[in-house]
């Protein structure tokens, strides 16, 4: 267990349709990232926040965006959902997000779009 | 631009044999590097990782890397496999002043008894 939880498990949802993906990093970390994993792409950047806010982005589509919270909690919103956005989507954290820090992750959000 | 290369996206191997899996990055200053694993459903999680001082790291579950600088590589090794192995292993480099860590295609370990 990375201490990093994420919520929900899986979504199945229909195209055009919004949806939010909900990640709680370990405690003390303060650095949140955001990474989309499917068969074609593998595993890819989105976005990372510190400490609230945006610290570097990714190849994250304008129909995607995220947030980091005063709790540290952080939310990814994808929205106009589209058939290739079905992927698994992974919420890593770290202590301070410094290149050299291990990144914990989490289990993952399986989405499906029909 | 910063990029990691892992050849071989299946390796298959033996129980008891030599594991071997390949990374090569691009860089133009020094490199952090990464090896992280994925069991099936789950998330990555690091096996090990090279930042300064000796080249040879050693990680979890056996495993060790080599950072060579002048072949710029960072290949995975274990001496002996386990069926416990099986998984996907995704090597990563990072730099300083370079917030987000670049991960390779991947690679997927299979172990046949």
């Known amino acids: 267990d990375s201490g990093v939880t994420q919520t929900p498990k899986h979504l199945i949802t229909a195209t055009g349709q919004r949806v939010t993906l909900r990640c709680s990093p370990r405690s003390g970390d303060l650095s949140v990232y955001w990474y989309q994993q499917s068969l074609d792409q593998g595993l890819q950047f989105l976005i990372q926040y510190y400490n609230g806010e945006e610290r570097a982005k990714g190849n994250i589509l304008e129909r995607f965006s995220a947030q980091q919270f005063p709790d540290l909690h952080s939310e990814l919103n994808l929205s106009s959902l589209e058939l290739g956005d079905s992927a698994l989507y992974f919420c890593?954290?770290?202590?301070?997000?410094?290149?050299?820090?291990?990144?914990?992750f989490g289990p993952g959000t399986r989405l499906l779009v029909l | 631009a910063q990029s990691v290369t892992q050849l071989g996206s299946h390796v298959s191997v033996s129980e008891g044999a030599l594991v071997l899996l390949r990374c090569n990055y691009s860089s133009s200053v020094p490199p952090y590097l990464f090896w992280y694993v994925q069991y099936p459903n789950q998330g990555l999680q690091l096996l090990l990782k090279?930042?300064?001082?000796?080249?040879l790291v050693k990680g979890i579950n056996g495993f060790e890397a080599e950072f060579k600088k002048s072949e710029t590589s960072f290949h995975l090794t274990k001496p002996s496999a386990h069926m416990s192995d099986a998984a996907e292993y995704f090597c990563a480099v990072g730099y300083t002043g370079f917030q987000k860590l670049v991960f390779g295609t991947g690679t997927r370990l299979l172990v046949s008894p």
């Open positions: 090279y930042t300064t001082g000796a080249t």
């Open positions: 890593a954290s770290s202590a301070s997000g410094t290149s050299w820090e291990t990144q914990y």
